[in-house]
């Protein structure tokens, strides 16, 4: 019965110990508000496309790079509208080319923050809807 009190001191030290010699994670994620973007060709509005981003950052910038999402929002609506309403390879048979959009969203993303700030542009949700 002496023993669980120090049982649990020890216990107790050893916790803290692994969580002071835990070094922090190398990655954090931001996620930006969800982009809405519709498909405009010469026949009128055609569909509209709904996308949901996060970044994959180094960690402790997430400050930094929230503080950027309006910018990144305005780079991603202003690259992609365009794009997709001239069906500039960014339509497959009336599918949006999922690869075509994150390569297009990652190069936004180092034009507007620069080459060495965002480990990976993560296209989390992508909706596609006909009108």
Same mark, same amino acid.
């Not at 970044?55 to 305005?74: F, V």
């Given at each position: 019965? %002496?023993?669980? $009190?120090?049982? +649990? =001191?020890?216990?107790? =030290?050893?916790?803290?110990?692994?969580?002071?010699?835990?070094? $922090?994670?190398?990655?954090?994620?931001?996620?930006?508000? $969800?982009?809405?973007?519709? *498909?405009?060709?010469? +026949?009128?509005?055609?569909?509209? !496309?709904?996308?949901?981003?996060?970044?994959? *950052?180094?960690?402790?910038?997430?400050?930094?790079? +929230?503080?950027? =999402?309006?910018?990144?929002?305005?780079?991603? *609506?202003?690259?992609?509208?365009?794009?997709? /309403?001239?069906?500039?390879?960014?339509?497959?048979? /009336? !599918?949006?080319? !999922?690869?075509? *959009?994150?390569? +297009?969203?990652? =190069?936004? %993303?180092?034009?507007?923050? /620069?080459?060495?700030?965002?480990?990976?542009?993560?296209?989390?949700?992508?909706?596609?809807?006909?009108?």
């Amino acid at each position: 019965m %002496t023993l669980a $009190p120090f049982a +649990r =001191a020890a216990y107790a =030290a050893e916790e803290e110990e692994d969580s002071k010699a835990k070094p $922090p994670p190398e990655f954090e994620y931001v996620e930006l508000k $969800p982009l809405v973007l519709p *498909i405009i060709t010469e +026949r009128g509005l055609t569909q509209q !496309v709904s996308l949901l981003v996060s970044l994959e *950052i180094p960690y402790g910038k997430g400050d930094e790079i +929230r503080a950027m =999402a309006p910018k990144l929002a305005d780079a991603y *609506i202003s690259d992609l509208y365009g794009a997709l /309403g001239n069906n500039e390879a960014l339509l497959k048979g /009336g !599918v949006v080319d !999922v690869t075509a *959009i994150k390569e +297009r969203l990652s =190069a936004d %993303t180092i034009k507007v923050l /620069g080459p060495d700030k965002v480990h990976e542009v993560l296209l989390q949700v992508m909706q596609q809807a006909k009108r």
